[in-house]
Structure formats: C-alpha cells, structure tokens
C-alpha cells in the first residue's frame, strides 16, 4: 500500500463545478504540499499545509492532522483548471517528499 | 516562468551510455532538489542539496550521481542508462531546503528517453 493515496484517480467535470480531490496518508507528517502539473508537464506548488485551512483565489485546501487527510476544492471550475493534482508529504523523521500518483482532472466547457 | 531553468529540454540517448542534466535554481536559492517521473512510478525524490552539500537522499541508484556547484547550479549523472531510466527529471530549488516550511520552484524539465 502507498504511504499517500489520492482519490479520485481521474476526474471530469463542467466548467462551474465544484471539484473535490482527497489524499490520505499513513505516516506521521510534518507538512502536506499540493502540486499543480500542467498537459505540458510543468509543476507548481499550490499549497503547503501543516494544519486548518488555506485559500487562493479558487482553490481551497484543507487538513485533518488527526485524520490524515487532506482535501484540495476547486470553486468554478474552468477548463484551464485542467491538470494533474499530486499530493505530497514530509514525514516526520525525514525531509523528503513522498509523492501520491495524482488526480487527473479534465474540466470541459 | 518558476525562475528554474534545466538543460537540455530533451535528450535521447541510447542504452550504456552517460548523460548530464543540468538546473540552475532560482536567485537566492539555495537548496536544489532532484526528482524522477516516470510513467509507472510517478514522482520520486532523488536527491537534495543545500549550499553545495548533499542534505538528503532518495531513491537514487547508484548508477546515478549528483552535485552542486559553489555557483548553486547542479548537475545530475546517469550512467549505463537503461531502458527504464526514461522519464521526466525535474529540478526544483527552495530558499532554505526544509520541506516544511519553504515553497519548492520546479524547473521544466528535461524529458530523457533511451533507446
């Protein structure tokens, strides 16, 4: 079993949408991160969380330390939204990052 | 435009041969980080520098090695290349190089394919 689950693998929805995307871990973590990778393969740091609640413009992303859990929602949705989401942990007793497989996400008009 | 800049964007090469990738972190950074997406693992932590000395380590064969440069740049090796060591090999830098506090800048990318 992977230390980081992402759940849903793949996700469409209409532009509008709100869109739900959830990773679960099982290793005590210091820091959660969630990336953005574009169609044309380039990433980007959305979010690091260590606890409550972080917004940015649309996207929201949220932790349960005690759960291990973690949630990233996108409010209207817009095709450009389309992307691949990963989730990544640090583990308490290291610094390095364990990826999820990612959540593949297809917004259309 | 994340300010990391990687070269070559593509490399083909064949199987045995060596490579070197190269990134050059972000002004100010100084802590580089080394990752490998291939399409059945996913992403992978490799390798992290920080300030030229190596800081933590991943899953990086041994037939893979790194450094960085009192420049900050970095370079990472890969020897007797296999078919399965294509992939997408990431850079990305950070200010500080704690993964718990510090946002990590990636680079494009360079996309090695072995034939």
């Known amino acids: 079993k992977n230390e980081v689950e992402q759940s849903p693998q793949n996700l469409t929805a209409q532009e509008g949408e709100f869109i739900t995307i959830n990773c679960s871990y099982s290793v005590g973590i210091s820091a959660l991160h969630w990336l953005q990778q574009h169609p044309g393969g380039g990433i980007v740091s959305l979010f690091m969380?260590?606890?409550g609640k972080k917004k940015h413009g649309r996207l929201i992303a949220t932790i349960n330390i005690q759960e291990k859990h973690s949630s990233l929602h996108i409010t209207a949705s817009h095709p450009r939204d389309s992307a691949v989401y990963i989730c990544a942990v640090r583990s308490y007793n290291t610094d390095k990052l364990i990826f999820g497989t990612g959540t593949r996400l297809q917004v259309f008009p | 435009d994340s300010g990391v800049t990687q070269t070559p964007k593509h490399l083909i090469t064949a199987t045995g041969q060596r490579v070197t990738l190269r990134c050059s972190p972000r002004s100010g950074d100084l802590s580089v980080y080394w990752y490998q997406q291939s399409l059945d693992q996913g992403l992978q932590f490799l390798i992290q520098?920080?300030?030229?000395?190596?800081?933590a380590k991943g899953n990086i064969l041994e037939r893979f090695s790194a450094q960085q440069f009192p420049d900050l740049h970095s370079e990472l090796n890969l020897s007797s290349l296999e078919l399965g060591d294509s992939a997408l090999y990431f850079c990305?830098?950070?200010?500080?190089?704690?993964?718990?506090?510090?946002?990590?800048?990636f680079g494009p990318g360079t996309r090695l394919t072995v034939l």
């Open positions: 990305a830098s950070s200010v500080f190089g704690t993964t718990d506090t510090d946002t990590q800048y």
């Open positions: 969380l260590s606890s």
């Open positions: 520098y920080y300030n030229g000395e190596e800081r």
